[in-house]
């Protein structure tokens, strides 16, 4: 593609899509940061759109007969709206036109002003169903219920906050990370929700320490590690036998984000995939987190610095398959540093 159609299509939020066949798509411009939380893979890479957008499966059927007539007038999809990583409403559009010779596809992030003049007018139409009511008001009031069960365990994690050098972004961060994970995995809405509030909880264990062996400043000796060590179980035993799934997710991972993955990990040494994969995904965007972020007992490392880092503690440490899902997701993960900081933290607190 022309570098200067390229770089209008990079401004005005459009991805360019060519056909290879009905199923498959290839980006033959630059990946934009919206996207890669949907399509998780690389801009190189053939995808399916309708698997990442459903709303678009019958639209490919007008379409098809759009590219056959070799048509290069624009097919609108129609406006219809996504939900991103950090639960934002974005509102996107397709067009279909038949161009240099190729079945092209465009993808319009239209942006939030776009969005939110849709809502009004939305609000002020006449004649909407009332059972199509009832159900906005049901999906509204769902969503209200998962913020505050996110909130209650945000919350709750933050009791150890007080005793640790650990911060509320920082879990929330934790959380939101693991969800964009569990959504590139292809995770259920419901298990990508538990894994968004359950592996903020991966360290509620440490409220069971001795403040003497938590605050220590220098190298805990080997019994105080051993004590230390225990959090993994002590978390694990607040958590267990709820019989509620969320509560379930949150247990493995207190118990197992320590577990390494040739098994000299604690606490009961599991190997591969014998370890939770919520903890193994919890073990990869902790360690992330923790690296890329100053605290009063260390520097930050540069997202480069960590990412070397974490590249060598793969097949040893770290599942080296869930990294490679991890660094798909990169610009997803900056979008979330920049939006969930300690700074906003303490706007709000205040």
């Avoid at 569990?182 to 320490?209: N, V």
């Avoid at 610009?331 to 709000?348: A, K």
Wanted: aromatic share 6%; hydrophobic share 40%; with cysteine.
């Amino acid at each position: 593609m022309d570098k200067l159609l390229a770089s209008i299509c990079t401004s005005l939020n459009i991805a360019v899509f060519c056909q290879r066949n009905r199923e498959s798509f290839q980006l033959i411009t630059h990946m934009p940061d919206w996207l890669v939380f949907f399509l998780g893979q690389s801009a190189a890479a053939e995808c399916s759109l309708t698997d990442a957008f459903p709303y678009l499966t019958c639209f490919i059927d007008d379409a098809e007969r759009h590219w056959q007539a070799r048509n290069t007038t624009p097919l609108s999809s129609g406006v219809w709206v996504e939900i991103d990583e950090l639960g934002n409403e974005l509102a996107l559009e397709a067009n279909a036109l038949w161009m240099n010779g190729q079945a092209v596809l465009l993808l319009n992030n239209l942006g939030e002003k776009y969005r939110k003049e849709v809502s009004h007018l939305q609000q002020l139409r006449e004649g909407l169903l009332t059972q199509e009511k009832l159900e906005n008001e049901v999906q509204k009031r769902t969503l209200k219920i998962k913020q505050r069960e996110e909130e209650i365990a945000i919350k709750l994690v933050s009791l150890t906050s007080y005793r640790d050098e650990e911060t509320g972004a920082h879990v929330k961060r934790i959380g939101l990370y693991a969800a964009a994970m569990g959504k590139a995995l292809g995770w259920e809405t419901q298990q990508i929700d538990d894994i968004r509030i359950a592996a903020p909880m991966h360290d509620i264990g440490k409220i069971g320490i001795p403040d003497r062996i938590l605050l220590k400043k220098g190298k805990l000796t080997d019994t105080e590690f051993a004590i230390m060590k225990r959090h993994t179980e002590i978390g694990a035993k607040m958590l267990h036998d709820s019989h509620i799934p969320v509560l379930d997710m949150a247990a493995d991972i207190a118990l197992c984000h320590h577990e390494k993955w040739d098994g000299s990990g604690y606490p009961r040494g599991l190997m591969g995939e014998e370890i939770p994969v919520s903890a193994r995904i919890t073990a990869i965007v902790d360690i992330y987190d923790a690296l890329v972020h100053e605290r009063v007992y260390k520097k930050a490392l540069s997202e480069a610095e960590a990412l070397e880092l974490m590249g060598s503690m793969t097949g040893s440490h770290l599942d080296a398959k869930l990294f490679e899902v991890f660094l798909g997701l990169l610009p997803v993960m900056r979008r979330i540093r920049q939006e969930v900081n300690e700074i906003n933290e303490l706007l709000v607190s205040y």
